[in-house]
């Protein structure tokens, strides 16, 4: 059964602080694992992993793969008010589906 | 299109009506995926569309629940004799081909009475 779990389910940190956020998978015939924002009621997406140990990064974000642990890191540095939000994690199969986690909702107080 | 459209954005619905949710995916996207989104909980996959086949209806709660996709084009998700349960927001996401990073809309919020 095509699984994917989300950890911490909620954080809050204050303006400034790095977070970690976690995801691990079991999805059959694995293609990608996929990164969203959600702030209302669309995911937006922040990235696409597909080959382990290669971070991509984007402004304070950044994350990486490990396909031997089945793992994906979410970081964020010197987190910001609007990086509140629920962070989802994505496996993606070999038929092209997606099998979301239920999200980590991270809250940054100023 | 320029992005993926969902229609209509709020819809309350008495329980026992069928109800009917549009998703405009953006031009020349082949792959179509409809989840829903119950409140507090993830995201729930319903079924996929390469094209107008659809390969995958395994994440269909009940026969209740159908959906049908015109040419790679619009995609109509139909709820029949709608339930209390039945609440949630219903997300559309189309990709080039299901191979890359997919896109949203901004979905349907549906509210059974």
């Known amino acids: 059964e095509d699984k994917v779990v989300q950890s911490p389910l909620s954080l809050v940190v204050h303006e400034g602080d790095t977070v970690t956020l976690n995801c691990s998978y079991e999805?059959?015939?694995?293609?990608?694992l996929l990164w969203y924002k959600q702030e209302k009621k669309a995911p937006t997406f922040l990235f696409m992993l597909?080959?382990?140990?290669i971070e991509k990064k984007s402004g304070r974000l950044s994350s990486i793969l490990d396909k031997k642990e089945l793992f994906s890191i979410l970081n964020i540095t010197a987190t910001q008010t609007g990086d509140s939000a629920i962070y989802l994690c994505?496996?993606?199969?070999?038929?092209?589906?997606?099998?979301f986690g239920t999200g980590t909702r991270l809250t940054v107080i100023p | 299109g320029a992005g993926v459209s969902q229609s209509p954005s709020n819809k309350v619905t008495e329980k026992g009506k069928d109800v009917e949710l549009r998703c405009d995916p953006i031009?020349?996207?082949?792959?179509l995926y409809w989840y829903r989104q119950r409140l507090g909980q993830g995201l729930e996959f319903l079924i996929y569309?390469?094209?107008?086949?659809?390969?995958?209806k395994s994440g269909l709660p009940s026969d209740r629940f159908s959906a049908e996709r015109t040419g790679e084009s619009v995609s109509t998700l139909t709820i029949q004799r709608t339930q209390q349960e039945d609440s949630a927001v219903y997300l559309c996401?189309?990709?080039?081909?299901?191979?890359?990073?997919?896109?949203f809309g901004s979905g349907t919020r549906l509210t059974v009475v």
């Open positions: 999805v059959t015939n694995f293609r990608s």
């Open positions: 031009s020349g996207h082949t792959a």
């Open positions: 994505a496996g993606q199969t070999g038929a092209n589906n997606l099998f």
């Open positions: 996401a189309s990709s080039l081909t299901g191979l890359y990073g997919y896109t």
């Open positions: 597909t080959s382990s140990g």
């Open positions: 569309f390469q094209g107008n086949s659809a390969p995958d």
